[in-house]
């Protein structure tokens, strides 16, 4: 359940985002979550709610988006998406893939609205 | 409403500290390997029997992390090279902090060889970097064949899956076999050792992976350098 330290991390980047904006209130975070970053979007919700709730960000929203798994084949150099359990390389079968994406834990955007 | 565009890693500051330790790994030539596993796969009785292979005077070091205890760092310290024990008190995953801190007491160049023990976990060590060269998983032949299938994201990024107390195939149902399709399933061309902590069975091969990324750490910064 390491989400706490995720949502937090979220969090802090919102209000390091709101600090640089004066006059402006954050109204959503949106983050990119990949299908392979180990990181749960339920447990992720849960843990930013929990935090925002009673403070004065109970308003902020968090937005997930997820992301496919994406790998290079070693052999061939073709890049492609797939799904988490079926990554070998579809146009030459050669086992060995790097993995190219699907691991992310970023932060795409924050919302504000001009008070 | 305006949507103002961020684009950086949630765990950016673990990430700046990660590639700052990578990069001191690299000058002072540390190779450095994160080893994960669920709790009881035996993660300190194969670095236990590992030490007991190397010579005094191999510069080897261990950190070693658990929420609790020093209990791993007594067992670990009595092969006679440096252990020291990180204690996250309740945290299920060691982080990049966690390491520089360790790290701030031991002198690099003092050391060839780091190997990190994480926390016993499948899941949260996988998102943090600790600037390691490779992550190794560890899964015992008690355990299910489909933990691969189960915990996608550490076999995926893991370069080696350790399949640790292979003594004890004869007395339970795990199929070697269906293990292997299942790790390649998340992780094609996934490199796989088995092993035994109590007959020292495999413990060649596995030192001999360890003696191959050390030489392609040397010819990679020796090649960086020309």
Redesign the interface.
């Known amino acids: 359940m390491h989400e706490i330290g995720i949502a937090a991390a979220i969090i802090e980047a919102g209000q390091a985002e709101a600090a640089r904006r004066p006059g402006s209130k954050v109204v959503c975070i949106g983050v990119r979550v990949g299908v392979l970053s180990g990181v749960d979007n339920d447990a992720l919700r849960f843990a930013f709610n929990a935090l925002v709730a009673g403070t004065d960000l109970e308003s902020w929203k968090c937005e997930i988006e997820n992301c496919r798994r994406r790998n290079r084949c070693q052999e061939c150099g073709y890049e492609f998406e797939s799904d988490v359990y079926d990554a070998s390389c579809p146009r030459c079968a050669f086992g060995d893939i790097v993995l190219i994406g699907g691991d992310e834990l970023e932060l795409a955007y924050v919302e504000v609205e001009e008070t | ?13 673990n990430q700046r500290i990660a590639m700052s330790l990578r990069s001191r790994y690299a000058e002072h030539r540390v190779l450095c390997i994160n080893l994960i596993s669920s709790p009881g796969s035996g993660k300190t009785t194969l670095l236990e029997q590992t030490l007991a292979l190397f010579r005094p005077e191999e510069k080897v070091a261990v950190l070693t992390g658990d929420l609790q205890t020093e209990n791993d760092a007594k067992r670990l310290a009595r092969y006679g090279f440096p252990v020291q024990q990180i204690t996250t008190g309740g ?3 060691l982080d990049a902090t966690m390491i520089e801190r360790a790290l701030a007491s031991w002198p690099l160049d003092q050391i060839d060889l780091l190997f990190i023990e994480n926390v016993g976990n499948l ?2 060590p ?2 943090y970097d600790l600037g390691e060269a490779a992550k190794i998983v560890l899964l015992s032949v008690t355990e299910g064949e489909d933990k691969p ?1 189960k915990y ?3 076999f ?2 893991s370069e080696l899956l350790v399949l640790t107390k292979i003594d004890l195939l004869p007395h339970v149902s795990f199929s070697m076999e269906q293990v292997r399709a299942n790790a ?6 996934m490199e796989i050792l088995e092993v035994s902590s109590q007959t020292r069975e495999g413990l060649n091969q596995w030192l001999s992976w360890i003696t191959q990324h050390r030489q392609q750490m040397h010819e990679r910064i020796c090649a960086a350098h020309v």
């Not at chain 2, 409403?1 to 500051?13: G, S």
């Not at chain 2, 390649?184 to 061309?189: E, F, I, S």
């Open positions: 409403m305006t949507v103002i565009p961020i684009e950086k890693k949630v765990l950016n500051e945290v299920c995953h899941v949260c996988s998102s299938l996608p994201s550490i995926a990024k390649r399933l998340v992780h094609p061309g």
